[in-house]
């Protein structure tokens, strides 16, 4: 399994602060992606990144990947309340994505 | 908007009892998914779908099956419920861009308690 791991396990962070995670990962892959999961709920797609990319922005995230290394991060800039979530990353071969146990990320006002 | 909708948010089975979860979307997705999310273990997948009729066990298919024999619904099927199936099921589907599972969209998850 190429499951994503994701570091660290939990985040706690101010309002106005910049909040950033890491995921690692296994094998080859043909793309990455980031996920938010809020409490009880299903999981949200924030940003797909392909193996031939190196950095992508959306609005105030950015995602880096480094497949040399196996390891992509994710940035999220002037961090407000509702940024509070869990975020997975799900490195994609083929069909499957493989998520891992996520970041908790909880911001503070 | 793109809606996957799961028919139930809360469910509570005996041991031994058959579990039927539906899963619906809209979209005309090829791809449909089925995960299990567990606390410290991430969301594991179980089965996948990326046809009408056609499934593809995922990582932990044992003690479930699935049926898709229209596009637009997956159902996932424990035969006989164990006590450590109690998880929340999340369901998820997808075009299929070339070969690839592709941005997922997922419902509001089925919390399934089995005692």
């Known amino acids: 399994s190429q499951q994503g791991e994701e570091d660290p396990q939990a985040l706690s962070i101010q309002e106005g602060e910049n909040a950033t995670m890491n995921c690692s990962y296994k094998?080859?892959?043909?793309?990455l992606q980031w996920y938010r999961q809020n409490s009880g709920r299903g999981l949200v797609h924030l940003i797909l990144?392909?193996?031939?990319?190196r950095e992508k922005h959306s609005g105030r995230l950015r995602v880096t990947l480094d497949t040399s290394k196996k390891s992509s991060s994710l940035l999220i800039t002037a961090s407000r309340a509702a940024d509070t979530a869990s975020y997975f990353c799900?490195?994609?071969?083929?069909?499957?994505?493989?998520f891992g146990a996520g970041t908790t990320v909880t911001v503070r006002a | 908007d793109v809606k996957v909708t799961q028919s139930s948010r809360y469910l509570v089975k005996r041991t031994g009892e058959k579990v039927f979860l539906e899963c619906v979307q809209d979209?005309?997705?090829?791809?449909m998914f089925w995960y299990r999310q567990d606390p410290g273990l991430g969301l594991r997948l179980i089965y996948f779908?990326?046809?009408?009729?056609?499934?593809e066990k995922g990582d932990i298919p044992e003690g479930y099956s699935v049926s898709r024999e229209k596009k637009e619904r997956f159902s996932l099927i424990l035969e006989s419920a164990s006590t450590n199936q109690t998880s929340m099921y999340l369901c998820?589907?997808?075009?299929?861009?070339?070969?690839?599972?592709?941005?997922?969209?997922f419902g509001e998850g089925s919390r399934l308690t089995v005692l």
């Open positions: 998820a589907s997808s075009f299929n861009r070339q070969g690839r599972a592709g941005e997922l969209f």
């Open positions: 094998t080859s892959i043909n793309n």
């Open positions: 990144i392909r193996s031939n990319e």
């Open positions: 799900a490195p994609e071969n083929d069909y499957k994505l493989s």
């Open positions: 979209m005309d997705h090829e791809n």
């Open positions: 779908s990326y046809d009408v009729k056609m499934k």
